[in-house]
Nanobody, 125 residues
Framework: QVQLVESGGGSVQAGSSLRLSCAASGRTLSVASMGWFRQYPGKDRAFVAAIYWTDNRTLYTDSVKGRFAISRDNAKNTIYLQMNGLKSEDTAVYYC??????????????????WGQGTQVTVSS
């Protein structure tokens, strides 16, 4: 198992920036990729961004390209999501996720087997 602890959510004005962090512990050597999903009320979790553990390949959903950036700190087993130019439609609960199986970065939430507790991001216009 991989334990994930998120931090960095909050309430901001549109156009502002936030940085989310996700620290991994436990069986981190088994991790293939880690990423971020977000969930709107009454909806499934939607893919936002992910980074592959061995070569830092990244993948983004179209709506955040050019605004969000995912990165990692190997020494701290931590990933970050830098969110710039926030919009009201970015308001959601953001979850960190890790998967230990797939070489290609999956965007399907059901392919991730470890999840953080979620952190609320609220953007007001």
């Amino acid at each position: 198992q991989v334990q994930l602890v998120e931090s960095g959510g909050g309430s901001v004005q549109a156009g502002s920036s936030l940085r989310l962090s996700c620290a991994a512990s436990g069986r981190t050597l088994s991790v293939a990729s880690m990423g971020w999903f977000r969930q709107y009320p009454g909806k499934d979790r939607a893919f936002v961004a992910a980074i592959y553990w061995t070569d830092n390949r990244t993948l983004y959903t179209d709506s955040v390209k050019g605004r969000f950036a995912i990165s990692r700190d190997n020494a701290k087993n931590t990933i970050y999501l830098q969110m710039n130019g926030l919009k009201s439609e970015d308001t959601a609960v953001y979850y960190c996720a890790a998967q230990t199986t797939y070489r290609r970065i999956p965007t399907d939430q059901y392919r991730y087997d470890n999840w953080g507790q979620g952190t609320q991001v609220t953007v007001s216009s």
